[in-house]
């Protein structure tokens, strides 16, 4: 089994757009302008917010669903790595740490960023006033905790199937890649239709899975003529 020639170019010119586009989205403030179309078509308010599609299906069950997908990866690591040796589980158990990285990266930058969710914010019915992500904060913010997307991370942080495929199954890495953006978007827009989450908050745990993503590549990359 070869590694491809180029492993790193799918993920470096995807984060590269990814980051483009995160950053003209905080110029133009087009956070406020897709939230603002959100929230006029649910009638000014978040209608939405705990709809049982949303609330429990994919967000509640999808999180549920995520952990216990992961948790199946961490199993098998574990057999292979108790039946065979620790390089044979050396590409489940790189997937099961980019997994809790990316999610615990994101979790950890929520509690210190503090930045607000759409439905925290006076301009959608909130108490709080609006601040830029990268602006200085209120002292009465220190309590929010919406950015990155939580909920967006349990799905981006899949595209580390990428880098899981590049040895298992090289001709399957793009359709790992997919699969990881595919949770991240869905779950993504479900947080944004229920007022949880601008789209830029998305975006950066999307930036967050594919560095460590790239850091995943590299290990595998690294290792890879030992473990043939």
Same mark, same amino acid.
């Given at each position: 089994?070869?590694?491809? @020639?180029?492993? *790193?170019?799918? &993920? =470096?010119?995807?984060?590269? +757009? $990814?980051? #483009?586009?995160?950053?003209?989205?905080?110029?133009?403030?087009?956070?406020?302008?897709?939230?603002?179309?959100?929230?006029?078509?649910?009638?000014?308010?978040?209608?939405?917010?705990?709809?049982?599609?949303?609330?429990?299906?994919?967000?509640?069950?999808?999180?549920?669903?995520?952990?216990?997908?992961?948790?199946?990866?961490?199993?098998?690591?574990?057999?292979?790595?108790?039946?065979?040796?620790?390089?044979?589980?050396?590409?489940? @158990?790189?997937? *099961?740490?980019? &997994? =809790?990285?990316?999610?615990? +990266? $994101?979790? #950890?930058?929520?509690?210190?960023?503090?930045?607000?969710?759409?439905?925290?914010?006076?301009?959608?019915?909130?108490?709080?006033?609006?601040?830029?992500?990268?602006?200085?904060?209120?002292?009465?913010?220190?309590?929010?905790?919406?950015?990155?997307?939580?909920?967006?991370?349990?799905?981006?942080?899949?595209?580390?199937?990428?880098?899981?495929?590049?040895?298992?199954?090289?001709?399957?890495?793009?359709?790992?890649?997919?699969?990881?953006?595919?949770?991240?978007?869905?779950?993504?827009?479900?947080?944004? +239709?229920?007022? #949880?989450?601008?789209?830029?908050?998305?975006?950066?745990?999307?930036?967050?899975?594919?560095?460590?993503?790239?850091?995943?590549?590299?290990?595998?990359?690294?290792?890879?003529?030992?473990?043939?």
């Amino acid at each position: 089994m070869m590694m491809p @020639a180029t492993p *790193f170019r799918p &993920l =470096i010119g995807l984060l590269t +757009l $990814v980051i #483009a586009v995160a950053v003209a989205i905080e110029w133009a403030q087009a956070d406020l302008w897709l939230a603002d179309r959100i929230f006029e078509v649910q009638g000014g308010r978040w209608v939405l917010r705990e709809h049982w599609l949303l609330e429990d299906l994919l967000h509640s069950a999808g999180r549920t669903l995520s952990a216990l997908c992961a948790l199946v990866v961490l199993l098998v690591a574990g057999y292979r790595g108790w039946r065979y040796s620790f390089k044979a589980a050396l590409p489940e @158990a790189v997937l *099961f740490a980019s &997994l =809790i990285t990316s999610t615990a +990266l $994101v979790s #950890a930058l929520k509690r210190v960023t503090q930045v607000g969710c759409p439905w925290d914010y006076q301009r959608y019915g909130g108490s709080h006033s609006y601040h830029p992500i990268f602006s200085p904060r209120a002292a009465t913010d220190l309590a929010l905790n919406c950015f990155p997307g939580g909920h967006a991370s349990a799905g981006y942080a899949w595209v580390a199937l990428y880098a899981y495929a590049l040895y298992r199954q090289p001709r399957w890495a793009m359709a790992g890649l997919g699969v990881g953006l595919g949770m991240g978007i869905i779950f993504d827009v479900t947080q944004q +239709l229920r007022g #949880a989450h601008f789209i830029s908050h998305g975006l950066w745990s999307l930036i967050i899975a594919l560095s460590v993503t790239l850091f995943a590549v590299h290990r595998l990359d690294r290792t890879h003529g030992a473990l043939t």
